[in-house]
């Protein structure tokens, strides 16, 4: 299963977490990863390309692991893509619910 954690404060969200393998289905045929993959690396490189905000990221391949926060308050654009990926994950979960956890933590 692919954990989640969506960093909230203040009401803005402000990072997130992944961790894990859906199990869905084998390496390079797991459709539900590929989807979480590509929401969570399209949502970084947006931000990192189009807006002038500040962040820290780790990532672990082989654990499956992205941990990705903003340094600061997030600006407008920012704040839209992290909205824009919170609901193509939120979307994810609702039709793959026993391979994917997403959970929301106040930092």
């Given at each position: 299963?692919?954990?989640?954690?969506?960093?909230?404060?203040?009401?803005?969200?402000?990072?997130?977490?992944?961790?894990g393998h859906s199990g869905y289905s084998e390496a390079g045929y797991d459709i539900v990863c590929a989807g979480i993959s590509a929401l969570t690396i399209n949502c970084m490189n947006s931000i990192e390309e189009l807006t002038e905000e500040r962040f820290s990221v780790?990532?672990?391949?082989?654990?499956?692991?992205?941990?990705?926060m903003?340094?600061?308050?997030?600006?407008?654009?920012?704040?839209?893509l992290l909205k824009s990926l919170v609901l193509g994950?939120?979307?994810?979960?609702?039709?793959?619910?026993?391979?994917i956890?997403?959970?929301y933590k106040e930092v």
């Open positions: 299963m692919t954990n989640i954690t969506i960093y909230c404060s203040n009401n803005d969200y402000v990072g997130f977490r992944v961790s780790f990532q672990h391949e082989d654990d499956g692991v992205i941990d990705y903003l340094d600061d308050k997030p600006g407008m654009e920012a704040e839209i994950l939120r979307d994810l979960e609702k039709e793959y619910k026993d391979f956890s997403l959970d």
